[in-house]
């Protein structure tokens, strides 16, 4: 299940520039962020991928989505300008960006090697 965050519950769970000047993820499980608007084609394709992958790595990843049009402050502060992007977030490694409506198989390699996280059964 993908959880809508806003800029609070981004402070909170992914990472708190605020506080911290470098990054310092604040997550105890990977994660990815789907920057999306509700008006975007590509992010209408890439949602339902997203959701069938959060339940198949349920536990080992966690799935978030923000809306770029109501969190401009949060889509400004990673540079968002073309949506769909996806921001893939280990747990103690740097974050990379992936942008465009990505395919399953690409999001599933970026996941492994990215995140580290081996292919779901």
């Not at 105890?28 to 992010?43: E, G, N, R, T, V």
């Not at 966690?62 to 949060?74: A, D, H, I």
């Amino acid at each position: 299940m993908t959880e809508q965050l806003t800029k609070e519950t981004f402070l909170e769970k992914v990472f708190n520039w605020e506080k911290n000047e470098n990054w310092k993820f604040e997550g105890k499980l990977p994660c990815i962020i789907d920057f999306y608007a509700d008006w975007c084609q590509p992010c209408k394709m890439v949602a339902p991928i997203l959701e069938q992958l959060s339940e198949e790595y349920a536990g080992k990843i966690n799935f978030y989505k923000v809306n770029t049009g109501q969190e401009q402050e949060l889509a400004a502060a990673f540079g968002i300008r073309s949506i769909p992007s996806m921001l893939f977030i280990p747990t103690n490694n740097t974050p990379q960006m992936a942008v465009g409506a990505l395919p399953k198989e690409y999001i599933v390699q970026a996941i492994e090697k990215v995140l580290g996280v081996p292919k779901a059964a």
